[in-house]
């Protein structure tokens, strides 16, 4: 068995065991309000214009990572790829936090609005599920150095992370307005 292999074989357990656990530990404390356990927490209100914005880095910074490997610019592309992966993590942290202690604001537009608002939500949410594995994917074949593999699952990943990252912006301005 090649090194490339083993690389790959050692990290696939860890891929799958974060692709099911992160969406499942998010939607566990997605519901979880602190206030209904007794803590005296006050709403973190003033996050979600900071993770969208985050979102917004993301996308920004995605591009540029994108635009340095097409420019053979390989270790500016690697670290813009670690701080994608960084400002996810930061934003995922933010989300939960924001939902642990504060109450989610139903959208209030009508007619045609509101079934967009609803359709870009869900196809964020869905699609957020769905790049975790693929980016984890990517990076351990980057890591292994196996970078015709990395560069098929990119041509995947990129374009799915760049409209979860670009779609949590929208959602956030959309809503914005019917926060209290």
Known sequence: MSEVTTVEKKYNKWIIIL???????????????????????EPLSFLPPIYATINGITACVLIMAFFAIKNGKVKLHENLMKLCIALSVSFLVMYVAYH???????????????????????????????????????????????FDKHKKIAKIAFPIWLYVAIT????????SPYYA
């Open 168 to 175: 949590g912006v929208v959602v956030y301005l959309m809503i």
């Open 19 to 41: 692709s099911i656990a992160i969406p499942l530990v998010v939607a566990i404390l997605f519901g979880v309000k602190l206030k209904d356990y007794g803590f005296n927490v």
């Open 100 to 146: 642990m202690t504060s109450d989610s604001t139903p959208f209030g537009g009508e007619g045609v609005i509101r079934y967009l608002y609803f359709f870009i939500l869900i196809s964020h949410i869905v699609l957020s599920i769905a790049i975790i594995p693929l980016v984890l994917i990517a990076y351990v074949r980057a890591l292994a150095r196996v």
